[in-house]
């Protein structure tokens, strides 16, 4: 009886331990920098629980834009995205956490600011897709490879938020 009851006990802590830990990069984009929003949209991913991992406001050159957003090189709209994008100052970021990806582009809501639900960042701040204020990676692979883009190494830090244990059983 003893040995049978291990597994329940051990089961739960074995699936918590095997769980992706995901990373995923958020930016606030010009007009969100513009507009004072930035406290706000950090403080969405704050709140929810996911834990910061890098953080710098930061004007990004075109060639950087122009790899950020390569997938989107054939679009008719791909020139004037780039130039909003490096407009001006951005808030750079990354946020860690299981299921992180997914869950913050569900915060941010649709692409189109009017199609966002209300209780998202663009549903609630912004109305068009050329000024909607954040970018979230849209899969752990892009987020991996957004944050190497965006930050240097040295710019991320490793850390345990003390609320860590009231966040995640
Ligand atoms: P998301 O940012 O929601 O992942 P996409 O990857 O499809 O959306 O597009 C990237 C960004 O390009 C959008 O957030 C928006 O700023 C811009 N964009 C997308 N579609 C259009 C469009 N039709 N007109 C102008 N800008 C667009």
Known sequence: ARTASKPAIFLPHLIASLE?????????KPDGVQRGLVGEIISRFEKKGFKLTGLKLFQCSKELAEEHYKDLKQKSFFPKLIDYI???PVVCMAWEGVGVVASARKLIGATDPLQAEPGTIRGDLAVQTGRNVVHGSDSPDNGKREIALWFKEGELCEWTPVQAPWIRE
């Not at 992706?20 to 606030?28: A, F, H, R, S």
Request: glycine share 8%; charged share 10%; proline share 0%.
């Open 20 to 28: 992706q830990v995901d990373q995923t990069y958020i930016m606030v």
């Open 86 to 88: 490096t407009s001006g």
